[in-house]
């Protein structure tokens, strides 16, 4: 009899023991293309967000990122996540990648390794991203708000004679008359050699920000003042860049240009300044004018 209670006993503890085993599991995960802060280089950033059953009390996250995109001597690849603790439960964690710099059509790849040492759950997940046919470069300015004008102070210096460059380009350039929508710019019924290439430069209002994720658990990057700066070689990188600005302000209005138009962006025979832009490369040479004066 006593054993019989025994083996009944560690029954019950096993039955227990496998009610209250956790586990975790991907619920979603993005690839997100944003600026980097620091370096103003669009890139693209990975997530993945992970589900815990039964939520969890407390969690100590340890991650470890590798690709061939990114220096394996960064401190920023592997380390502590975070430790977190909660006395509802923690449900829901999402761990994102460090910025990793692209170039339109090319595919980078990156392995994200992910241990929760608090409960000895371990994953491995490998990420593929395809650049969009468009990259813009983007150039970061001060204004954080997009109401308090353009300063351009902060702009470094090779950065500045870039936009003066443009200026002076457009000057020697037609300027058409009155303003039009970007998407009537990119639809205009033109021969492909005298609708492209061109340049399309736009300047967010709120900044450029982004959110992916499951819903209400998403993961938003967003990054101050920015000009996006587009250098579209054919009528096939159209696509990406409607994309891409689909969730501008719209409409997106500005003024168009057209001629022999040499910058340091890349060469060509139309450009497309949005109002905001317009008033950063028309400023451009008056600060540039200010730096070196004297």
């Known amino acids: 009899m006593l054993r019989a209670c025994s083996w009944a006993a560690m029954a019950a503890v096993l039955v227990s023991a496998a009610a209250t085993a956790v586990t975790w599991e991907e619920v979603d995960w993005a690839a997100q293309l944003a600026p980097n802060p620091k370096t103003g280089a669009m890139s693209v950033y990975f997530s993945v967000w992970m589900e815990y059953d039964p939520p969890q009390r407390s969690v ?101 004679e870039d936009l003066v460059l443009l200026a002076r380009a457009l000057r020697l350039s037609t300027r058409a008359p009155g303003t039009s929508d970007l998407s009537d710019f990119l639809s205009a019924p033109l ?39 587009f250098s579209l070689p054919e009528g096939a990188a159209v696509s990406a860049l409607r994309t891409q600005t689909a969730e501008y302000p719209q409409p997106i209005v500005g003024v168009a240009f057209s001629g ?7 060469s060509a025979v139309r450009a497309f300044l949005d109002e905001a832009s317009l008033e950063v490369v028309e400023a451009a040479e008056a600060e540039w004018t200010r730096r070196t004066s004297g």
């Open 60 to 160: 100590d996250l340890e991650s470890q990122w590798t690709s061939p995109s990114l220096d394996p001597d960064d401190p920023n690849l592997t380390g502590s996540v975070g430790r977190y603790a909660s006395t509802e439960g923690v449900t829901r964690i999402v761990v994102m990648s460090p910025a990793i710099a692209i170039a339109a059509g090319q595919r980078y790849t990156a392995t994200l390794t992910l241990a929760d040492r608090a409960s000895g759950l371990t994953y491995s997940r490998q990420f593929q991203y395809l650049a969009p046919a468009a990259v813009p470069i983007s150039l970061r300015l001060e204004s954080a708000d997009g109401t308090t004008g353009v300063d351009l102070t902060g702009v470094p210096d090779e950065e500045l």
């Open 191 to 229: 021969p492909a050699e005298e609708a492209f290439p061109a340049l399309v430069l736009l300047v967010p209002t709120a900044g450029v920000s982004a959110t992916a994720g499951p819903s209400g658990a998403g993961v938003k990057i967003t990054v101050g003042q920015t000009m996006m700066i």
């Open 260 to 266: 022999s138009i040499e910058t340091s962006f890349g």
